[in-house]
C-alpha cells in the first residue's frame, strides 16, 4: 500500500510578523526540513502545500526536492492546500501535518497509519473529546469530494470535510502517549513567546 504525507505550509503566520514558520531553525535545520526528514522513513511520497510561486521558490532550498503544490484558492486557510495535497497524492492514505510542528514524533504517524487502515481517517483525540486534524490520516479516495464540496458550500474549516467521512477512528491520547510519552508532536508554534520557550529562532 502507497502511502503519501502532506505538510501546510502555505500559511503567513501573522502572529508571528509574517514569518514563514517552515523556515524557522530548530536543532540547526529548518522545520521544514526536519518535519521531511521524519516523514521521509515512513511514507513513499511527501507533498509540500505552498501558497503561490513565490512561496515555492523560497522554499526550494528547504524542501529535499520534494513536490510542492500551489493553492488554486487564495485566502480560504488550510483547506486550500489540504485540496491540492489530496490532488496530487499518489497515496491511498495520506498524513497531515502542519510546518508548525517540529516534534512529530515517527511513532505517532506509524500508530496512526495502522489506526486508519480499514477505514476512511483516523485522527487524533484531545481529553475534551474534539478531533486534532493536522496530526491525523486519511483515506484520499472518500476525503477529496468532500473537501471540495466543503469549499465550494462556504465551510472552509479544517474539520469540515472530516465531519462528513462515514468511518473516522478517534485515536485517545492516551494510546499515543504510549509512544510519545510527552505528547511533543502537538507542540506548535504560534507565537514569538512559544519560539522562545522552545529555543527556536
Given amino acids: 500500500?502507497?502511502?503519501?504525507?502532506?505538510?501546510?505550509?502555505?500559511?503567513?503566520?501573522?502572529r508571528l510578523g509574517n514569518m514563514e514558520k517552515a523556515l524557522m531553525n530548530c536543532d540547526g535545520k529548518s522545520v521544514l526540513e526536519r518535519?521531511?526528514?521524519?516523514l521521509d522513513d515512513i511514507v513513499d511520497e511527501v507533498l509540500v502545500s505552498v501558497r503561490d510561486e513565490e512561496q515555492e521558490n523560497e522554499f526550494k532550498a528547504h524542501a529535499?526536492?520534494?513536490?510542492?503544490?500551489?493553492?488554486?484558492?487564495?485566502?480560504?486557510?488550510?483547506?486550500?492546500?489540504?485540496l491540492e495535497g489530496f490532488k496530487a497524492a499518489k497515496g491511498e492514505?495520506?498524513?497531515?501535518?502542519?510546518?508548525?510542528?517540529?516534534?512529530?514524533?515517527?511513532?505517532?504517524?506509524?500508530?496512526?497509519?495502522?489506526?486508519?487502515?480499514?477505514?476512511?481517517?483516523?485522527?487524533?483525540?484531545r481529553p475534551d473529546g474534539s478531533m486534532e486534524p493536522l496530526c491525523g490520516v486519511y483515506r484520499v479516495g472518500p476525503m477529496l469530494p468532500l473537501i471540495?464540496?466543503?469549499?465550494?458550500?462556504?465551510?472552509?474549516?479544517?474539520?469540515?470535510?472530516v465531519f462528513e467521512l462515514d468511518d473516522v477512528v478517534g485515536v485517545e491520547m492516551g494510546r499515543i502517549r504510549q509512544v510519545?510519552?510527552?505528547?511533543?508532536?502537538?507542540i506548535n508554534i504560534n507565537t514569538f513567546d512559544d519560539m522562545d520557550e522552545l529555543n527556536i529562532c
Fill in 1 to 14: 500500500m502507497t502511502l503519501s504525507a502532506l505538510i501546510l505550509a502555505g500559511g503567513r503566520g501573522r
Fill in 35 to 38: 518535519t521531511i526528514n521524519v
Fill in 64 to 82: 529535499c526536492g520534494k513536490k510542492m503544490v500551489l493553492d488554486s484558492y487564495s485566502d480560504i486557510g488550510p483547506l486550500a492546500g489540504i
Fill in 93 to 125: 492514505y495520506i498524513f497531515v501535518t502542519a510546518c508548525d510542528m517540529p516534534f512529530i514524533d515517527p511513532k505517532v504517524v506509524e500508530l496512526m497509519f495502522r489506526c486508519a487502515e480499514g477505514h476512511d481517517a483516523a485522527v487524533p483525540l
Fill in 148 to 161: 471540495e464540496r466543503s469549499i465550494s458550500s462556504g465551510k472552509r474549516f479544517i474539520l469540515a470535510p
Fill in 180 to 186: 510519545d510519552p510527552q505528547l511533543r508532536t502537538f
